[in-house]
């Protein structure tokens, strides 16, 4: 095992863990906007208009295709693109909902705050993973890293190639370490 594997691993482990978090969060945020549209109505509003989004968008197909086979007209396909481009972005069951939900700015209510404690325990992982990292380079062998690892809490299996490994401590948050569960 080699200082760098477990400096790779370090890194490795860190991003499952604000990957984790991120998702973590993320459910509780698209939650919280989908309940907003709930109370507010909006669902059913918008799956009235998607229909009829996506129904225009089929009327225009057919005056496309139609104008196309009359020779007098002789319609140009490249302009169809120019006939069905407006609305071709917002065709599909869920397209005008997705649309909506990712062009609001959610500053009021609750989501501002739901977004705040994303942030703060991201930063709060990446802090901790910084001291990690902060106390591993200053080590001078891969040995003494990874004795340093296994006390902090980190599984170095699978970076380990049989030593044995005798422990150090330091002051770190390990809650914000391994928020994902996974350790290795």
């Known amino acids: 095992m080699k200082k760098k594997e477990l400096m790779d691993f370090i890194n490795l482990v860190e991003h499952k863990a604000v990957r984790s978090v991120t998702e973590r969060h993320d459910k509780i945020i698209n939650k919280a906007k989908e309940e907003l549209f709930v109370k507010g109505g909006y669902n059913e509003r918008i799956a009235r208009i998607q229909k009829q989004v996506n129904s225009l968008h089929t009327e225009l ?3 496309v295709l139609n104008l196309n086979d009359n020779i007098e007209i002789n319609y140009k396909k490249y ?8 609305i071709n972005d917002h065709i599909g069951k869920l397209t005008i909902k997705v649309y909506t939900v990712s062009h609001s700015n959610f500053d009021g209510g609750q989501i501002p705050l739901l977004v705040k404690a994303k942030d703060l325990e991201i930063e709060g992982v990446k ?3 910084q001291k990690v990292r902060w106390v591993s380079n200053s080590k001078t062998s891969a040995k003494e890293i990874a004795e340093y690892l296994e006390v902090v809490g980190f599984d ?3 970076v380990k190639k049989g030593d044995d490994c005798v422990a150090l401590s330091v002051e770190l948050d390990k809650s914000k370490l391994f928020v994902c569960g996974d350790n290795k």
Do not use: F, R
């Open 156 to 158: 170095i299996s699978s």
């Open 61 to 63: 197909q057919e005056l």
């Open 127 to 129: 802090e901790n993973y």
């Open 79 to 86: 302009n169809n693109y120019d006939l069905l481009h407006g």
